[in-house]
């Protein structure tokens, strides 16, 4: 199981925090993320490109 770490940008609010932990944690392969204003931290057999796909089309940066 891989322990990936992502950074975001404007991630300003609880409700950003909400949606982006919504679709990280419908995402297969997905076990457990953590996530905050300033990333996440996820576990799980899924590829960090889909990960950063998934936050990127909600709208917000991710690295």
């Known amino acids: 199981m891989a322990h990936i770490v992502l950074t975001f ?6 409700e950003d925090v909400n949606r982006i932990t919504t679709a990280l944690m ?4 997905v ?3 953590e996530v905050g204003r300033h990333g996440a ?3 799980g057999r899924v ?4 990960l950063l ?3 990127q089309a909600l709208g917000y940066k991710a690295h």
């Open 26 to 29: 419908e995402m297969d392969g």
């Open 31 to 33: 076990e457990e993320a």
């Open 9 to 14: 940008e404007q991630v300003d609010s609880a």
């Open 41 to 43: 931290e996820v576990e």
């Open 53 to 55: 796909r998934t936050v």
């Open 47 to 50: 590829r960090r490109e889909a």
